[in-house]
């Protein structure tokens, strides 16, 4: 059996387990469950999906690193400008029509690639970025809420980890994705473009665009899809939006607005280390390494199924990108355990704690253990936005609402750290400037511990 078919049963189990679970749910809010649940897999596929462009969008379009960690602003900036406006939309038009146009819009994000993959205009891509970014911003401000009504209040916490473990499956999935189908064949260089004539320079910029434009071409039809059985399902109505209190209540809550600086840190240090895992890679000539060595090369092709020799050195790096995503996934079902046994601010100081640790390894180390170790990250990343977010909300009462929508907002860490980051190695190189990223894993240690002694007090 291949390591894609071994990974691919061990999903399946993990799939398996949560269908049983999701079976307990009650009848009449099964179908929404799982039809909100795919909504969770859908945006995480997407999200981590475009790291997969920014290896091939630096060659093509000779960008600095900086230049490259724009991608992720025009992405994430979305989340900053959109999340209180969507909250807004959906008070006014309801959440299953808000779900339909966050979905709608996420598809003419995905049919924009088109054009700017045509045109090699690097301006189309960012605009097609942000308006897929702004579809998931409304997908997000609607789901997390929906999920946790969809049956009895103290099963709310359960339901919405289920729902936020097929995220992670998607994030998981979506690096062998990108190797398989964007990062496989390679890249010419500006130079090498500029000097192909006729014939060969036309199919060379063909191929290209083929290879952008195909994957996000079918999701574009598979969203669509998704839209027009939302159309049909009967979804239970939300809680009122009355007596939810305002903005400025929320802003004067000390808590909630360490945990929105909380979500902002954690989201910009994953999606940093996620952006840049291939260039860093490639920086410490991991392809050598990784050739060299049986069981390195076995997973790279069994993940390729291809000769690794045939494929591209982003490609062979970028495979292993996936085990980044899938430990979040695994944190996440072990994480939701340790929750229910230790105070969250105790697990979320512990997570933060051994990322640290794994992030100053892969500092201080070389060859395969400063890559394992930064790709161990993923799993300690885990637990960290729902709990984080749990504790921000904790005894707000009705300001909830108006705080899930700051909470949203505050995933703009995504479009500002992973593009100050690659500023850092610009000048610095990847090993000093991933102390940057422990100094974010190092806040949220803080807050772990704050809310841990306040949980302490309180009882």
Known sequence: MSMMAEVGCLLMKFQLNIINTIMNQQKSYRSSFILLTILFFLWGFITVLVDSLIPRLRELFTLTYFQAGLVQFAFFGAYFLLSVPASYILSKIGYKKGIILGLLTMALGCLLFYPAASYRVFGIFMLAYFILAAGITVLQVAANPFVAVLGSEEGASSRLNLSQAFNSLGTAIAPAVGALFILSDRIKTKDEIAALTGAAKDNYLTTEASAVQTPFLGLALFIVFIAGIFLFAKLPKMISDENT???????????????????????????????????????????????????????????????????????????????????????????????????????????????MILILISISSTGLLSMWSILAVGLFNSIMFPTIFALAINGIGSLKPKASGLLCMAIVGGAIIPPFFGLLTDYVGFKIALIFIMVCYGYILWYGIKNSKKNLLDA
Do not use: Q
């Not at 280390?273 to 069981?295: A, E, H, P, Q, W």
């Not at 994480?335 to 997570?351: Q, R």
């Open 245 to 355: 209190g305002s903005y400025s209540e929320a802003f004067k809550n000390k808590n909630l607005m360490l945990g929105v600086l909380g979500i902002f840190f954690y989201v910009g240090a994953e999606v940093a280390i996620g952006s840049y895992l291939v260039n860093y890679f490639l920086d410490m000539n991991l392809v050598t390494v990784i050739k060299g060595n049986s069981l390195m090369k076995s997973i790279a092709e069994s993940i390729l199924n291809s000769g690794i020799t045939e494929s591209d050195n982003k490609a062979i790096v970028g495979v292993f990108v996936t085990f980044y995503w899938s430990g979040a996934m695994i944190g996440r079902f072990i994480g939701a355990y340790l929750t229910k046994i230790m105070k969250p601010g105790n697990v979320l100081g512990i997570f933060a704690t051994i990322a």
